[in-house]
C-alpha cells in the first residue's frame, strides 16, 4: 500500500459510508494532480519525504475529513459559546457563594476540625464546578448538533438583560482593575447616582444566605440541626426552647417574602422605591419577631449526662462588661452564660439594624 492510499483509508474512516466513496475519489484526484504538479517542477519524480510534505500541506487526515463531514465543526460553535461561557462563569460564581456560606455556618456551629471543614468546602466546590462544566458542555453540544435554539437566545429583549451581571467577578465583590474611564462630571443632586458594575450580587448573596436558612429551618440541610448539635469541648447537646416552635411560621414566611424581595431586586437592581416600598414593611416585622424573641427570655437549654443549663436573659446583659469569654470548658453553666450574653448582643445588633434599614429605606422612598 502506498502513500496515497494509506492517506486516504486514514481520511475514509472518519466519513459517512454513503459519501465515502465520492469524496475519496475527490481527494485522490487533488492530491495526484498536486504530485504531478511538483513532479513537473523538479523533473524528475517525487522522493517519500517530498510525497510526505505535499500530504501535510493538504491536512491532517481527522481536519480534511471534517471538511467534508456534515454538521457543526466544533463542539460548541462560536454562536453558543457565550451563553456556554456566560451560563459557566455565573454557575462556579453561584456555588463559591453556596460553598462559602456553608463553610461559614459549619464553622461557626463548632466543628471539631477546622481544616478538615475548609478541605470538604474545597472538594465541594471542585467537584460540584467540574459537574457543572461537563453538564453545560454537554447541552451546549446538544443544542449545537441539533441546531437548537431557545427563545430566550432569538427572541430576548433588552429590558430581560439585568441578570447577565451574574457572570460579572466585580458585582460578587472580586477585585478587579480594569482601565480607569475618565472622569465624569458629577451628578446634580437629586439625580440618580448608579454604581459601576451590576449592582444585583448584594441582593444575590442575601437571596442566596436567606435560601439556606430556610432550607436549614425546614429541615433540608442540617448545619447544624435545628433541635440539636454538639458544642465543640462541650459534647453537649442544644435544645431549641418553645419560643421557636411558637414562631417557626412567621419565621419561615418572613424568610420566604426576604427572598422573593431579594429576588426582585436581582433582575430589577434599579427599581429603588419599589424596594424601598417592599423592605419597610419586612423590616417592621423583623423587628416584631426580635421583640417576641427577647421577651421570651429562654433560648435554648443545655444538656451534658445528668447537668443542664438554660440559654436566656433580657436586656440587662447588655452590658460590655458581661462581654466576657469562658476561660476553659469544663463548666456547663458558664457556656450557658456566655451563650446567653451573645443571644441578647446578637438580638439588639439585629434589632438596631433593623430600625436603621428601616430609616434607610423611608429616605430611598422620598428620593429614590
Known amino acids: 500500500m502506498d502513500m496515497i492510499d494509506r492517506y486516504l483509508n486514514a481520511v475514509a474512516a472518519q466519513l459517512p459510508q454513503d459519501e465515502r466513496a465520492d469524496i475519496v475519489a475527490e481527494l485522490r484526484d487533488l492530491i495526484l494532480s498536486r504530485f504531478e504538479a511538483k513532479e513537473e517542477e523538479l523533473g524528475r519524480p517525487l522522493t517519500e519525504d517530498e510525497q510526505e510534505v505535499i500530504l501535510r500541506e493538504i491536512g491532517h487526515p481527522l481536519v480534511v475529513a471534517a471538511r467534508y463531514r456534515k454538521g457543526p465543526d466544533s463542539l460548541i460553535g462560536p454562536e453558543l459559546f457565550p451563553y456556554w461561557l456566560f451560563g459557566v462563569k455565573a454557575g462556579l460564581l453561584v456555588l463559591l457563594a453556596v460553598q462559602a456560606i456553608g463553610l461559614f455556618i459549619h464553622l461557626i456551629s463548632g466543628t471539631d476540625d477546622a481544616g478538615q471543614a475548609i478541605s470538604h468546602a474545597f472538594h465541594g466546590f471542585f467537584s460540584s ?112 426552647a418553645p419560643v421557636w416552635s411558637t414562631l417557626f411560621a412567621p419565621i419561615l414566611v418572613y424568610a420566604l417574602i426576604q427572598m422573593a424581595v431579594d429576588l426582585n431586586s436581582v433582575f430589577r437592581p434599579y427599581a429603588v422605591r419599589i ?37 436566656a436573659g433580657d436586656w440587662s446583659l447588655l452590658d460590655l462588661n458581661a462581654l ?31 430600625i436603621c434599614s428601616i430609616i434607610l429605606n423611608l429616605w430611598r422612598l422620598a428620593r429614590g
Open 129 to 240: 464546578g467540574l459537574t457543572l462544566i461537563g453538564a453545560a458542555t454537554v447541552a451546549a453540544a446538544i443544542f449545537e448538533h441539533y441546531e437548537i435554539r431557545p427563545k430566550w437566545m432569538t427572541q430576548w429583549r433588552v429590558k430581560d438583560l439585568g441578570a447577565f451581571g451574574l457572570s460579572d467577578p466585580a458585582a460578587w465583590g472580586v477585585k478587579v482593575d480594569p482601565p480607569k474611564p475618565p472622569k465624569a462630571p458629577k451628578a446634580p443632586w437629586g439625580a440618580s447616582r448608579r454604581t459601576e458594575g451590576w449592582p444585583g450580587g448584594e441582593y444575590l448573596f442575601s437571596f442566596l444566605a436567606a435560601g439556606m436558612f430556610v432550607l436549614w429551618w425546614v429541615g433540608v440541610l442540617h448545619f447544624p440541626p435545628f433541635s440539636s448539635i454538639e458544642l465543640r469541648g462541650q459534647d453537649a447537646i442544644v435544645t431549641a
Open 275 to 311: 424596594r424601598a416600598l417592599a423592605r419597610i414593611p419586612i423590616a417592621l416585622v423583623g423587628l416584631w419577631l426580635t421583640w417576641r424573641i427577647s421577651e421570651a427570655g429562654h433560648w435554648f437549654t443545655l444538656t451534658r449526662g445528668e447537668e443542664t443549663a438554660r440559654v
Open 324 to 354: 466576657q469569654w469562658v476561660e476553659g470548658a469544663g463548666n456547663l453553666s458558664d457556656v450557658a452564660a456566655t451563650l446567653s450574653v451573645v443571644m441578647v448582643w446578637a438580638l439588639a445588633i439585629s434589632a438596631l439594624s433593623l
